[in-house]
């Protein structure tokens, strides 16, 4: 073996040891436990205590400048590392620990647009064959949860809007796969009528609870932001710029959700979901209309009809938008469309940076004005504004804050925690989800998911003595 030994060669990297990362040789030790990315250290000194090293900057701090070649050095060696870490390791969560050591250098845009790059992650899921793709790329996630880290400043403070953009999309997924597998099981031939007897199960529909209603409630949260948004742009259409500042001035992640086609997707599959959920809980309601199943299916049924949203409503504002999104792509540029390439550009920069196009911005003055126009004159507005979003921790008001300092909500399930329960803990995001056993029937899709967080990273049981302390 051979000490990687840093070079100053930042026109060629090939690791982070090599541009100048290292542990500080402070004092020596007895045994020493590295990281799955050899970027954090517990060592174990003379006096039997254990210290915690982490990796870093020989030189002090890197280059804050683009211009610097360390710079772009320092960003291609964590891009390198990250996605090596994601084709061979189950864990990446020091590498980001290295990272927030440097809260005032620039790096987290540049980081993802590279670690997008390195690892060939197409984002632009605009073109109809490209959309099952979404749910079978399994770097997508990794990549949404680095980008949700990197805006999240602890469980108690507001996210940023790209933190919000990638962890709403990380659910969106999570909600959209447990929608699927619970269809497939039930309609696959060879399970028979097992499959269709578990599924008339009342804890079946009562599993699905929070999933629906978490649904249901993202659908309302995002029409509500956007009519605030539309308020406040009033006038200003097609001035970009304005536009951005009002998106960070109400720190919502509404109107790029729409406008981005991999979380676009994922709604609209989640729409999917909640029409066949009605319509097997009708079927099953024909059938088995008695005792706790009839209750179960009524849980269901009263969280979809009180919607102020219709889930067809919201289908119909997603269909016109991309409807819009794929006409504006095919026709730039005089008739000959926007290239594959700059496409992609678009819609990685959309994701990453809440950065909405110029060649967007007609498709965004459709959606704040004519679309929204039409939809107001199908519901009723004041139970939009008046409805309570506060649970799904996307609004920074005080009804949210409060909701988040005196309830935990499962991160699985989407029900809110009772006291004193048994709980995993991510080590990553922070998310909580009940400690439960998997059983046949309702638990099968939470056997399926909970085996990690949505956010990709491990879960960890928390102690007795760390259990749960809410209302």
Known sequence: MRLIESDDNFGKVSSMQQIGFGFPSDEPCLHMAISPNSCLAVALASD????????????????????DPSFAATVVAFALQFAYSCTNLSNNDDILAVIQQYPALTLE?????????VLGVNVDYSGDPQQEKLFRNPMIRGCLSMQASFGFRGAHKHQSVIAKIASTTLNLRLASLTFT????????????????????????????LGIVTWSVDLMNY????????????????????????????????????????????????????????GTTAHR????????DTLQSFKSLEDVIDRSPIEVHQFEKILADIEGKIKKTYSHHSGGGGISDADRARVEKEMLIG?????????????????????????????????????????????????YKREHVVDAIRKVPLRKGAKVRRCTRCCAYMEDVLPQKGSSMWMTSMQR????????????????????
């Not at 039997?48 to 211009?67: E, V």
């Not at 309609?187 to 599993?207: I, L, M, N």
């Not at 956007?226 to 919502?252: C, M, P, R, T």
């Not at 099953?284 to 005792?291: N, S």
Request: charged share 20%; hydrophobic share 40%; aromatic share 8%.
């Open 452 to 471: 990690m967080c949505f956010c990709g990273s491990l879960w960890m049981l928390v102690g007795k003595g760390d259990r749960l302390d809410v209302n």
């Open 109 to 117: 845009h540049e980081i993802l647009n590279e670690i997008y790059r």
């Open 284 to 291: 099953t309601f024909q059938v088995h209309a008695q005792g």
């Open 181 to 208: 597998f619970m269809f497939n099981n039930v309609s696959r031939p060879s399970a028979g009528s097992a499959a269709e007897s578990d599924f008339t199960k009342p804890d079946v529909f009562q599993s699905l």
């Open 48 to 67: 039997g205590t254990a210290r915690l090293k982490m990796m870093q900057y020989r030189s002090g701090t890197p280059a804050a400048s683009a211009d």
């Open 222 to 277: 995002i029409i509500d932001e956007l009519y605030s948004l539309a308020e406040l742009v009033k006038g200003h259409w097609d001035d970009k710029d304005f536009i951005a500042q009002k998106i960070q001035a109400l720190n919502s992640p509404a109107l790029p959700l729409v406008m981005i086609s991999a979380s676009r997707t994922f709604l609209k599959y989640n729409c999917r979901g909640l029409r066949g959920l």
């Open 354 to 402: 809440a950065d909405i196009p110029d060649v967007l911005m007609p498709v965004v003055q459709h959606l704040l004005t004519t679309a929204l126009d039409n939809l107001r004159k199908d519901i009723d507005p004041a139970a939009l504004y008046f409805a309570d979003h506060s649970w799904l921790g996307l609004s920074d008001d005080r009804r949210s804050d409060a």
